[in-house]
């Protein structure tokens, strides 16, 4: 899956102190195993960055995870 993001308000990116508001998020996710999710992030801003930043981010399914 991918999920192109173009429109993030200010207050809701956790990049917000670096980004312009001419930043462009592209995250590409995929399964890597039976309980693995990988998602590869890619920030582009021309007005803030000298060239694009990427990095891969890793998840593991939580089973049986009770609440308190």
């Known amino acids: 899956m991918v999920a192109d993001t173009v429109a993030v308000a200010k207050d809701r990116s956790p990049f917000s102190p ?26 582009s801003d021309a007005a803030a960055f000298t060239h694009q930043w990427t990095v891969t981010l890793s998840y593991t399914r939580v089973k049986n995870q009770t609440g308190s």
Request: hydrophobic content about 35%.
């Open 18 to 43: 670096m980004v312009s508001d001419s930043v462009h998020y592209e995250e590409r996710l995929r399964m890597v195993g039976k309980d693995k999710l990988e998602d590869r992030l890619t920030i």
